[in-house]
C-alpha cells in the first residue's frame, strides 16, 4: 500500500522476487530441498540481475519509479510496503524457519506488538510465560492491556497448567522456549495439540534457539518471532525483528497490519541481518561448543549454587529440549551462592564477558538480569532472581573465557 493510496485487499501468489501491490511474496524456494547452512547463503539472495553482485545489494530507496499511472516496475511503489533488500531477507527468513511467509521488523517488540494487534482485538486473552522477557511483558501489561488485551501468566514447560488456564477468549498461546533468562523449556508439539483445541494461535519466540537448532512451524507452531539483533544478526550492529508463519494467510494480515503501522526494516538493517545469516551455522556451533564447556566449569565451582542450562540432564526439561533441539545453545544461566551481592561482583569483575544487555553475538557478553533486563518485571510474578548471572556465550578461544570468568568468581 503506497503512502497515497487507500487500497484494501488481500495478496494472492506472484512470480519469485516479484511482488504483488501489497507487497506479498509466493514461498516457492529453489534451495528448499538442500541443507541449512546452503539455505542460508542462497535462499532469497540470487545473484544480481543486472550486475551479477553475489551480496544482494542495498536499495536505499523511498520510492520507484513507475511505469504510467499503476505501472509498477516488478510489484515495487514505496518502501513501506517493500523494498528488495527487505524482499530478499524476508524471503530467507521463510527458507531457514520452513514457513509460507517471511516478514522483517524495525526491532523484535514491534514484531511482536504488530504481530498480537493482528491475531488479537480488545477483550482477548493471551497466555503469556511466567517467566517471559522483560519487554515482552512490558509491552503486553503496559500497553496492550490500555487496548483492552487480558493476559496470564502461565509455567509454559507444564502442558497441564497451559490447559487449565486456557479461557473461551484466548486467541494466543505465546511461547519462549529456551525462556529468558531462567532457559526453561516449553513442549512445543503438546502446545500446538492444546492451541488446535482452543482455536487459538501458538506463537513461538525462537530468538534463543534460532532456526538453525530449532524449527517450531514444523511442530506445529502458527507463527515465530525473532529478535534479529540477536543470534540471526549475531554482531551486535543491528536491531530489527522477524516473523515467520505456517499459512500464507496468516503472513498476509500480518503483513497488511506492518504496512498500516510502519514497523518495517530499513534496507541497511536488512542487509546487515542477512550477512549475519550467511554465518549463522557455523557460529551457532562454536557458540554451543563453548556454552557446553563453560557449564561444565560451572557446575562444579563452589562459589556457583545451580546452573540453569537445558543441556543439562539434570535440567527439568532436557528430555523435551533433546526431542526438539539439535544442540542446546549459547545462552547458560547461574545463581551465585552469595547472593545478589556476589551476582553483581561477578558482573563488575568479568573483562572478557562484555557488561551489557543483549545476546547472541560473536562477543561474550554478562548480566545481571535483575537490574538490567528485566528489571520491568521487578514487583511481578515474572521477577527473577536477586542472585541470577545470565552469559550470552561467544565464539572466543574457550581458554579465554574460562580464565575470564575463574577470576571473576575467585
Not at 345 to 365: N, P, Q
Amino acid at each position: 500500500m503506497s503512502e497515497e493510496s487507500g487500497r484494501e485487499g488481500r495478496c494472492s501468489a506472484v512470480p519469485r522476487n516479484s511482488l504483488s501491490q501489497y507487497g506479498c511474496l509466493m514461498s516457492y524456494d529453489a534451495y528448499s530441498d538442500t541443507g541449512f547452512n546452503t539455505r542460508a547463503i542462497h535462499s532469497g539472495q540470487e545473484p544480481d540481475a543486472l550486475t551479477g553482485a553475489v551480496a544482494v545489494p542495498i536499495y536505499q530507496t523511498s520510492t520507484y519509479k513507475q511505469d504510467g499511472v499503476g505501472g509498477l516496475r516488478s510489484g515495487y511503489e514505496y518502501s513501506r510496503s517493500a523494498n528488495p533488500t527487505r524482499t530478499a531477507l524476508e524471503e530467507s527468513l521463510a527458507a531457514l524457519e520452513g514457513g509460507a511467509r517471511g516478514l522483517a521488523f524495525a526491532s523484535g517488540l514491534a514484531a511482536e506488538d504488530t504481530v498480537l494487534r493482528t491475531l488479537c482485538k480488545p477483550g482477548d486473552h493471551v497466555l503469556l510465560p511466567d517467566d517471559a522477557y522483560g519487554g515482552t511483558f512490558r509491552l503486553i501489561a503496559r500497553v496492550l492491556t490500555r487496548w483492552g488485551l487480558e493476559y496470564t501468566p502461565v509455567a509454559m514447560h507444564s502442558a497441564a497448567a497451559v490447559a487449565e488456564a486456557i479461557r473461551p477468549n484466548t486467541t494466543v498461546i505465546w511461547v519462549e522456549t529456551p525462556t529468558n533468562p531462567l532457559l526453561n523449556i516449553a513442549d512445543i508439539a503438546a502446545l500446538a495439540e492444546l492451541a488446535d483445541q482452543s482455536r487459538a494461535k501458538l506463537v513461538v519466540d525462537n530468538t534463543f534457539a534460532s532456526p538453525y537448532l530449532q524449527q517450531p512451524i514444523s511442530l506445529g507452531a502458527d507463527v515465530v518471532l525473532h529478535s534479529t539483533t540477536k543470534y540471526l544478526g549475531g554482531h551486535s550492529d543491528v536491531v530489527g525483528g522477524a516473523v515467520v508463519t505456517a499459512e500464507a494467510g496468516i503472513g498476509d494480515e500480518i503483513a497488511f497490519h506492518q504496512n498500516a503501522m510502519g514497523a518495517i526494516s530499513g534496507p541497511f538493517d536488512a542487509w546487515l541481518v542477512l550477512r549475519g545469516i550467511k554465518t549463522l551455522g557455523v557460529r551457532m556451533d562454536r557458540h554451543c561448543q563453548n556454552a557446553a564447556a563453560i557449564v561444565d566449569f560451572l557446575t562444579s565451582h563452589p562459589a556457583v549454587g545451580s546452573v540453569l542450562y537445558p543441556g543439562l540432564p539434570e535440567h527439568p526439561n532436557h528430555e523435551v529440549a533433546a526431542r526438539q533441539m539439535s544442540q542446546f545453545g549459547g545462552m547458560v544461566s547461574f545463581r551465585l551462592r552469595g547472593g545478589e551481592d556476589a551476582a553483581l561482583k561477578v558482573c563488575e569483575l568479568a573483562r572478557i564477558f562484555t557488561l551489557g544487555e543483549s545476546l547472541g553475538g560473536v562477543e561474550s557478553l554478562i548480566e545481571h538480569p535483575g537490574r538490567m533486563t528485566h528489571m520491568s518485571v521487578a514487583g511481578s510474578p515474572l521477577e527473577v532472581p536477586a542472585d541470577l548471572v545470565r552469559l550470552s556465550v561467544g565464539i572466543e578461544n574457550i581458554e579465554d573465557l574460562l580464565a575470564d570468568l575463574t577470576a571473576a568468581l575467585a
